[in-house]
């Protein structure tokens, strides 16, 4: 009986269930836009590690390394392949495994480049520098074959084409971890490689495609020119850490870089619940190495796009304050809205309604309100959040994701937050909103209450 | 259904200055009477109404119905003493805007079970009141003579033993004024209602034989 008039209520008092409606859907929309720019942001920065099965990225970053036909992206410094070993004797750790990031010359552009300076000796290893720039500190800036070898000066001309590529050297075999994991391979057209590849190649399908290659077509990579392709793979919508536009096997890396057993980025997998802080120590320790950077996405959440723990802190601060406004509004207007009543109940009373009956009434109307408006504001929120997220693109930490700043083919270093449909996150919001509307319409209507039938109805 | 008022004061307090509205009154309205309480306007006339059904509660004194003091009786056992036994009719009606006049009819029995037993009850009562072409209207859809009628309807639904009306015929021509006058004359001489009346038309107040005059 009571929902039944409680429902005509609602109908029949259209101008005030109308702002009602409007101010909760709002300010629920407010919430769930915060909530889900913020959680999809949060997701954002999981994904990379997630993609490569990763709970943190091991890096030894320094001083640059010197030029040379296969270099190690700048800043990378490499990290002896034995170290992987010591990683994985750690209690916390379920898996560790490890790739070489390089950039690679084509040996055909050197070629261009010997033709230009006449002097450089091409062969595999370092290629002699040029001419050394220094920047206006004065310090020695890298060295090579065109000093800044993507911004073409007077001094050290450079043909348009010359530029180096990215090329992984990744595990023979696919595992859980690193940049191309198991999962990857549902996007792979051709195969992965086997124990016996040596000079074969896996091309990403953006640099496929730029480059108009196909499987079983061979590609100048590094001191060798017929690299056969075997596997064309898709590395998906978002930047991917050690991304990379072609993939070997790392023991052809290796013997490519020239610099011994080493590898530039390690992924480790920890076991659930551990204590990142304490393995942190535990690895520096193991490497006895200081400078090593492990990182996890909670750390490069505080390096990417200028997110500083302050301003972490800050998000959450506003977070709560726009929580704290958004339910004080609905309890503000519920409050009022009830209030306004006072005349409809002391006419009520007066033809012989009792108080709990009035209560029950009013908190019915309010929690139908609540959940009409939570829900309406959940959908609201779900599209402003969508629209606003897609255009908050977050760039992956440059050393995760090392591309030549200058690389003339595709480069993904963005993530782009998607708008997840998070049902746990709709359901409690449209709870507190019905919560929160049917008591701020109780406490209104105990304060109806206390009038007497004639003074409340007065009011009318 | 007899009540009688013993000592009842009112005081309101406004602006930290006491109003004192009605002082020491005596009365006694005995079963199936009809009462006028005449007088000028402020002299109390809708309060002591409002103390007789229970709307209202006296700063001193006694309101007793039937024996029982109101003053005694517990908050449920009020509503229902206000349901059951009383139909009281507000000054402005009182009518719910956004409710049909059927709606507003069967206001005080809709949360009742066996409401749909009353749906005779409810086209007799708006017959009888010349309304039962208009119950699908809004009250704003209704002249003020047939909104005081639905407020009558909605007084009589539980057919109630005292009819407290408020200044009844305060918004009505003479034409509707006479008629809303005769039903009540009609209800009290058929069914035995007692009927309390306030009103500060003389002319109103003459038309009955039982008057309680306040104020000089």
Redesign the interface.
Known sequence: MLIKFSIKNILTRRRRSLASLAGISISIALFISVILILKSAQEAFKKPLQDAGSDMIVQLQGEPCVWSIVKLPTDLNPIPLKFIDKIKSLDEVVAVDGALITWTFPLSSLSKMQKIHGSAEVYRGNIPAVKEVKNSTGTPCETGPAGSFCQTDEHAPVPSNFSPIVVAGVSSEPGELGPITKSDLKNIEGRYFTKEDKYAVIVDKDFARTRNLKLEDDIDIGPRLANKIIGIIDPGYDAKIAGAQVFIPLKVAIEMAGRGDIVDIIFVKLKGGVDTAVVKQKIKKALENDSVTITTSRDYLSSVAGFSFLAQGLMLAIFFIVILIVFLFIAKTAFAAALERSGEVGTLKAIGWRNKDVIKLIIMENAMLGFLGGLIGSVLGYLASFIYKINLPLALPYYLNPYPPCSRYLVKTLIVPRAGFPINIFLLTILLAVIIQSLSGLLAAIRILRLTPVDAARRL | MSIKLENISKIFQASHKELKVLEDINLEIKDGDILVIFGKSGTGK?TLL?LL?G???PTSGKVIVDGVDLSNIK??EF??F???K?G?I?Q?F?L?D??KAI?NIT??I????D?NKKVDKIMELAAEMGIKDRLSHLPGELSLGEQQRVAIA??MI?SPRIILADEPTAHLDNENSLKIIEIFKKLNREQGITIVLATDHEVVASSFEHRFKLGV
């Open positions: 809708s409002s059904g709307m209202d509660v908050p449920d509503a229902r206000r349901k059951e009383i009281y507000f402005a009182n719910l956004n409710l709606d206001l005080p809709v949360l009742d079970k409401k909605r007084a539980n």
